[in-house]
Nanobody
Framework: EVQLVESGGGLVQAGGSLRLSCAAS????????IGWFRQAPGKEREGISCFSIAGNTTYYTDSVKGRFTISSDNAKNTIYLQMNSLKPEDTAAYYC??????????????????????WGQGTQVTVSS
């Protein structure tokens, strides 16, 4: 059974940092793209970053580029999202998701959350001003 479990969210002041974790089980990263998405109240789900071993690719949308970094610990089957210089507009529920196909680690893929097959339950990030 494929499972994704996020952790690491919380309340932080603007300018602060958080590291989110996405622990995966039931599959290996070699075969899947792992994406990070977020959804603020009243807004659509937004893809922000992704990681593909098969495609040797990481991707960031402009809204987080230079502030967020995605990384992996293959031994732990865990993906991390290091978030620095957080802003109040980063406040959202953050989700990790898995898609089969290295081409989904792209602007094309992050704009199509329906292409991601498996989702975690989400972790809340709140940035105060």
């Amino acid at each position: 059974e494929v499972q994704l479990v996020e952790s690491g969210g919380g309340l932080v002041q603007a300018g602060g940092s958080l590291r989110l974790s996405c622990a995966a089980s039931g599959f290996t990263f070699d075969d899947y793209v792992i994406g990070w998405f977020r959804q603020a109240p009243g807004k659509e789900r937004e893809g922000i970053s992704c990681f593909s071993i098969a495609g040797n690719t990481t991707y960031y949308t402009d809204s987080v580029k230079g502030r967020f970094t995605i990384s992996s610990d293959n031994a732990k089957n865990t993906i991390y999202l290091q978030m620095n210089s957080l802003k109040p507009e980063d406040t959202a529920a953050y989700y990790c998701a898995a898609a089969r196909g290295f081409y989904y680690c792209s602007n094309y893929g992050l704009r199509r959350p329906g292409k991601y097959d498996y989702w975690g339950q989400g972790t809340q990030v709140t940035v105060s001003s």
